[in-house]
């Protein structure tokens, strides 16, 4: 197999590793950043050759993986094994691990250790973990662990039940305020870059401009550094009514579909599997088989 088939075609010196430092060069040069989510090997890798800059083992994974109606079940152990599997495919791509609810919110102690483990036992090269102000110890603490970090705030959907429901953030003046403060505390905290999430356009725009750390959008405009959507989102696989702000690639639900249906169609009318589908024994094998039945029904006689 050829060097160049592994990258959709162009040679690897072309397309060089992502790092933290490529994403924030990237803002300097004013080059939109790309980020999808994805959650197993084969999507990642898909998602790895198409050149996207980001991969997020999302929390999303809860929902569109698992089936969960929020993000919150989803635990370390999951997210674990999802980012290992993500890891195994990805070669350009920097990929980063989504700390789930509950693994960082009651002692920073044990947020270290749990982004610690993203990065020793599953391969993850950054974590994402939700929260402005109030996370910046916390974000101190795992860059000092050498860990990059992505900050998210704006509609920070672990805090669903204390927003009262998946609700854009930033509607009003206080609101404002909050997410701007957000956005530069964790900026001088020292994240490597901030999902906005949920936020109305003009307020992006202008954490977009303050703060140093490229902002990463999702139902946050186009005025951000980049934007981020949930795999399954863009393929039409998440059984939900789409958001406003998601945009449908492809209908992979109708694909799947029409091919699981032609496939029973196919086994039920006898034409699957056909005579080239089939395994066949080798000539002489075949030959001496049915001399052997020959005389099988000679003696039976
Ligand atoms: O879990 C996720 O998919 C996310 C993105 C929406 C940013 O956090």
Same mark, same amino acid.
């Given at each position: 197999?050829?060097? #160049? %088939? =592994?990258?959709? +075609?162009?040679p690897q010196s072309a397309r060089p590793k992502v790092t933290t430092l490529t994403i924030q060069e990237k803002k300097q040069r004013r080059e939109p950043i790309t980020c999808l989510t994805a959650y197993d090997y084969a999507t990642s890798r898909l998602v790895d050759e198409a050149g996207i800059? /980001?991969?997020?083992? +999302?929390? %999303?994974?809860?929902?569109?993986?698992l089936g969960y109606e929020n993000t919150? !079940?989803? #635990? /370390?152990?999951?997210?674990?094994?999802? #980012? @290992?599997?993500?890891?195994?495919a990805v070669k350009r791509a920097l990929v980063i691990a989504d700390m789930p609810f509950g693994s960082y919110h009651d002692d920073t102690k044990e947020?270290? @250790?749990?982004?610690?483990? =993203?990065? &020793?036992?599953?391969g993850a090269e950054?974590? &994402?973990?939700?929260g402005g102000q &109030?996370?910046?110890?916390?974000?101190? @603490?795992?860059l000092d662990a050498e860990i990059p970090v992505m900050g998210h705030i704006g509609l920070t959907p672990q805090s669903v039940n204390k927003m009262g429901g998946f609700k854009v953030q930033g509607k009003d003046l206080a609101g404002i305020e909050q997410l701007i403060k957000d956005a530069i505390a964790l900026d001088r905290a020292g994240v490597f870059s901030i999902v906005l999430e949920g936020v109305p356009r003009?307020?992006?725009?202008m954490i977009t401009a303050e703060v140093n750390a490229p902002t990463i959008g999702i139902g946050a405009g186009p005025e951000c550094d980049g934007q981020v959507l949930v795999f399954h989102d863009i393929l039409n696989l998440t059984f939900a009514p789409k958001a406003k702000f998601v945009r449908r690639y492809a209908d992979a639900a109708a694909l799947i579909r029409g091919a699981v249906e032609q496939f029973k169609s196919d086994v039920e009318a006898g034409s699957y599997p056909s005579d080239e589908e %089939?395994?066949?024994? !080798?000539?002489?094998t075949k030959a001496e088989l049915e001399t052997l039945l020959l005389r099988k029904v000679a003696v039976g006689r």
């Open positions: 197999m050829s060097i #160049t %088939s =592994f990258n959709g +075609g162009q800059d /980001m991969i997020l083992v +999302g929390d %999303s994974l809860a929902q569109v993986v919150l !079940p989803v #635990t /370390m152990e999951e997210m674990l094994h999802h #980012t @290992r599997a993500v890891r195994r947020g270290v @250790r749990n982004a610690v483990r =993203f990065v &020793k036992e599953a950054a974590v &994402k973990l939700e &109030k996370r910046v110890e916390l974000v101190e @603490r795992v003009e307020v992006a725009a %089939s395994y066949h024994l !080798p000539r002489e």
